[in-house]
């Protein structure tokens, strides 16, 4: 399940189940969107975009799902494995060559 | 490809001391570079822009005076973080733009973290 509190929330599930990351975003006029996954003490690791004409992004086990109406993002992780647990941030950007600004994040616990 | 290291990766240094943390495309340039601050258990939090060449953009809140940004070359963007204070402690990232082909990626450095005692 889900729980937030002061910090990061969390996602808990089992290996192999499908695992759904939200993110709200802010800003009606970002054009690109990123996924990144986080372990501790690295840098953001890239897992897939999507552009704002797009509503749907399929990768390897992963798909994105963009909704402009409400400003929002989500991930799913087919098939989650403990190598899947991290923190995941979404990010927008309005323009090339303008900084991507990340979303709260969501810490993903996959437990075997 | 598209490699951005962060040196160094982790550091101590004691309060009212400077510290410099140098960013480099491997094997790209990038007229322009990210600095962002991410405190424990919390998001990246954009602090500044770096134009080669050029001064720094900064973030609303962000002391231009106490975290010192140069951008000499297309390859390396330096922050100095000036008299640093045990508030400063946090994981400082780096990001480089692409500017190629992917005009909307941004590649990310691994990170240092600063420890002011």
């Known amino acids: 399940g889900e729980s937030v509190g002061l910090h990061l929330p969390t996602l808990s599930v089992q290996e192999g189940d499908n695992s759904i990351i939200n993110c709200a975003y802010s800003n009606s006029a970002s054009d690109y969107f990123i996924w990144y996954k986080q372990e501790s003490g690295k840098g953001p690791q890239f897992i897939i975009d999507?552009?704002?004409?797009?509503d749907k992004r399929q990768g390897q086990r992963v798909t994105v799902l963009l909704n402009k109406t409400v400003k929002h993002l989500s991930l799913q992780i087919a098939a989650t494995q403990p190598g899947d647990s991290a923190v995941y941030f979404c990010a927008e950007k309005a323009q090339a060559g303008t900084a991507l600004i990340f979303g709260k994040g969501t810490t993903l616990s996959v437990s075997s | 490809g598209a490699v951005v290291s962060q040196h160094p990766s982790w550091v101590i240094c004691k309060s009212g001391t400077s510290v410099k943390i140098e960013c480099r495309s491997l094997d790209f340039q990038a007229t322009t570079m990210f600095w962002y601050r991410q405190f424990p258990k919390q998001s990246l939090m954009l602090m500044a822009t770096s134009n080669e060449g050029s001064k720094a953009t900064y973030e609303q809140g962000v002391e231009k005076d106490k975290f010192l940004i140069n951008h000499a070359s297309l390859t390396l963007s330096t922050l100095t973080v000036t008299s640093a204070h045990p508030e400063d402690s946090s994981f400082y990232i780096c990001s480089a733009d692409s500017q190629g082909a992917q005009p909307y990626e941004q590649y990310f450095g691994p990170g240092t973290r600063l420890t002011v005692t």
């Open positions: 999507i552009r704002s004409n797009m």
